[in-house]
């Protein structure tokens, strides 16, 4: 075992630099703290980051982010840590087009409610009395508790009362699934999966079985409180490296490419953390405080051999239900897509009626993508050109995809070896065909430059989430309300990101961030 470089002593220690990490450890700095952050891969991000291929820069998993300009929601979050002025932001005026070749339609749907409402009517006119009555119910709530962030202690007693109103209806939701709460206003099948489309689609998590509520709050985040969608301009992965090299200005220490192995505990306290590696450098330090923002199961598990954590909540931790994980397809084309009249950022389209929702979690399942009805295909260089050489396309098509046959294909010691290639093979034009398909581009592979795949191993291996889940836990009725508290059982370590409170979602982590920074200030104030 090779000895270990101590690195002293600091206020408070970040392990992961995930959107919620990045956002604790900025917070920390910015109070004056002393902060380590470490970070196992080579870049910050997490899930917020980007790749590169020759030419093209791919997004790996962001692709829209709310409320990013002066009042909403990302905007007011990034005010907390001094960082609102060192982003930039893109727009988005819609969704993307909606093309379904079995009813005839071809639409784009806009994240402004009253024209995404106007549209909706339109394609749907004998269920505009319902869609009306639908939004008109639920856009107030919505408002209501995302304009409460960080707000209540100021807010008066017209706002609170509104407040109150708004967590009632929210907690009359809980229990209920989406699309129970839809037909309640709206009949056409098609249009319920339409309007379930992005909540479910963002949350990895069947239409069928979605909470209500967070379908209505994931659709209208985007919509209202000064929503709207945006993109990073640079990608995610500039995000992410924006916030990481503001923590090391403000005096923050950054180590990248060094995963915690064990956080040290002693007389019931976290002491701080060690990183042992079978080949480069090995390292512990010592801390008041920790934050760990990743993966609450390998928390449970694995981080903390010495402290004894209770038996319920290790248990209660190991019965939750991960979300679905992907498969993500990237392609650098030779093709200007906007000169050929693609301008729009995101193609839905359907080809055959679609059914059971259900029937995507279950081809899921089975793995043969041939049988989807319906592929999405995302055109990032619709969005920011500067991802790809002028005169070419950076294309995603994502589908939900379960972890077993990927994990079965692997080698010892998870080793991606001649099996797990044979798999990625068979699975890759199935995917190419259906973005082809989406695009309406025939002949698709005689353009593609570059090819990527990625499975839910591969998001593992980035992200540390558990059989590459990509949203944290199943939002379904029985345990999306029932988050993991971000104070651990052991006093002075802190969570946060996706697996904890508030939830999934880039604002949901950034918002566990600070108000993982908050736990950690309180409890260093009681030190002092």
Not at 25 to 48: F, I
Not at 135 to 149: F, G, I, R, V
Not at 287 to 294: K, P, T, V
Not at 392 to 420: N, W
Request: net charge negative.
């Amino acid at each position: 075992m090779s000895e270990l470089e101590d690195l002293g002593e600091f206020d408070a220690i970040v392990i992961g630099t995930g959107m919620a990490g990045l956002m604790a450890g900025n917070a920390l700095v910015c109070d004056g703290q002393r902060v380590l952050m470490l970070e196992k891969h080579a870049n910050p991000g997490g899930c917020t980051m980007n790749f590169e291929r020759g030419d093209y820069r791919f997004e790996a998993s962001n692709h829209v982010i709310n409320g990013c300009t002066a009042g909403g929601m990302t905007y007011r979050l990034l005010e907390q840590i001094g960082a609102q002025d060192r982003l930039e932001f893109i727009h988005l005026e819609s969704f993307g087009r909606t093309v379904d070749e079995v009813r005839g339609s071809d639409f784009s749907l806009p994240w402004a409610l009253d024209q995404h409402i106007d549209v909706l009517v339109r394609n749907f006119p004998n269920q505009a009395e319902g869609i009306r009555a639908y939004y008109a119910k639920y856009a107030a709530m919505a408002e209501t508790l995302l304009a409460s962030h960080g707000v209540e202690e100021s807010a008066d007693a017209e706002q609170l009362q509104r407040l109150g109103e708004a967590a009632q209806a929210y907690a009359a939701l809980a229990g209920r699934k989406a699309p129970e709460v839809l037909r309640e206003h709206v009949s056409d099948p098609a249009l319920i999966e339409l309007m379930l489309a992005i909540p479910s689609g963002f949350m990895g998590t069947s239409s069928r079985i979605l909470d209500a509520g967070t379908a209505i709050m994931c659709d209208l985040v985007f919509r209202v409180d000064g929503g709207q969608a945006y993109y990073p301009k640079g990608g995610s992965g500039h995000m992410s490296r924006v916030l990481a090299d503001l923590f090391e200005e403000r005096g923050g220490r950054l180590l990248l490419a060094q995963g915690v192995t064990e956080i040290t505990v002693g007389d019931g306290r976290a002491t701080g953390i060690v990183s042992r590696r079978r080949s480069g450098r090995s390292v512990s330090a010592q801390a008041h405080c920790i934050i760990y923002a990743g993966d609450v199961t390998a928390f449970a598990n694995q981080l903390c051999p010495d402290a004894k954590l209770p038996d319920e909540y290790v248990k209660s931790i190991n019965e939750r239900k991960p979300s679905i994980s992907a498969l993500i397809l990237f392609a650098g084309l030779d093709l200007d897509l906007r000169a050929m009249g693609i301008t729009e950022c995101e193609i839905t389209r359907t080809w055959a009626a679609e059914g059971d929702p259900q029937s995507f979690t279950e081809i899921a399942v089975d793995g043969d993508y041939r049988k989807l009805p319906s592929a999405m295909a995302t055109i990032y260089s619709n969005i920011d050109p500067t991802c790809c050489p002028e005169g070419k396309s950076v294309v995603a098509t994502m589908v939900l995809a379960t972890p077993e046959r990927f994990e079965a294909a692997l080698g010892r010691g998870r080793h991606r070896g001649r099996s797990y290639k044979a798999l990625k093979d068979e699975v890759t034009p199935q995917l190419l065909e259906k973005m082809e398909r989406a695009l309406g581009v025939e002949n698709l592979e005689r353009h593609v430059e570059v090819l990527e795949l990625a499975t839910p191993v591969t998001i593992e291996r980035f992200t540390e989430n558990r059989g590459g889940a990509y949203v944290g836990w199943r939002y379904s009725t029985d345990q999306a309300r029932d988050h993991i508290p971000q104070q651990s059982p052991i006093p002075n370590v802190f969570l946060c990101g996706h697996w904890v409170a508030p939830g999934g979602g880039v604002s949901n982590v950034m918002t566990g961030g600070l108000n993982a920074a908050d736990l950690a200030k309180q409890y260093l104030e009681t030190r002092a």
